[in-house]
């Protein structure tokens, strides 16, 4: 393969700015920063804790009380409807059906446990 190009390296500069900023006067600086839109705190302040899972617990609280309180609020309104789920009987668990296998007779002696086998194989399929 042959090549076209130098075996020599190029030496290539960094390209040079156009523009060299200029300094900002007072006044230019002032409308600039009335012109940028202002930023408000609205979230509190986040207090210290001595660790971090006293954090996670005092959310959790938090939420607790609130899933308790809409739980509250929704039955007083239940209430104030007229019906307070009195149709409704309680839920019970559902009992499991256990399923019996009927028990298998241990074969008494060789052949005829040889025989179930084979039979076991051949119906099974």
């Known amino acids: 393969m042959t090549s076209t190009a130098s075996p020599h390296w190029e ?8 523009k060299i900023p200029t300094p900002v006067s007072r006044g230019e600086r002032k409308k600039l ?3 940028m839109p202002k930023v408000e705190h609205y979230a509190p302040a986040l207090q210290e804790s001595s660790t971090l899972f006293n954090v996670f617990l005092e959310k ?26 009195a149709s409704k009987k309680p839920a019970q668990p559902k009992k499991k059906v256990q ?7 241990k074969p008494t002696d060789f052949l005829s446990a040889v025989a179930e086998v084979l039979y076991f194989l051949k119906y099974d399929k």
Request: hydrophobic residues 20%; positive net charge.
């Open 11 to 18: 030496v290539v500069g960094k390209g040079k700015k156009s």
């Open 99 to 105: 399923k019996t296998e009927p028990e298998k007779k």
């Open 60 to 85: 959790e609280r938090k939420q607790q009380q609130a899933n308790a309180q809409a739980r509250a609020e929704s039955k007083d309104s239940s209430k104030t409807n007229g019906h307070a789920n």
């Open 33 to 35: 920063v009335d012109g």
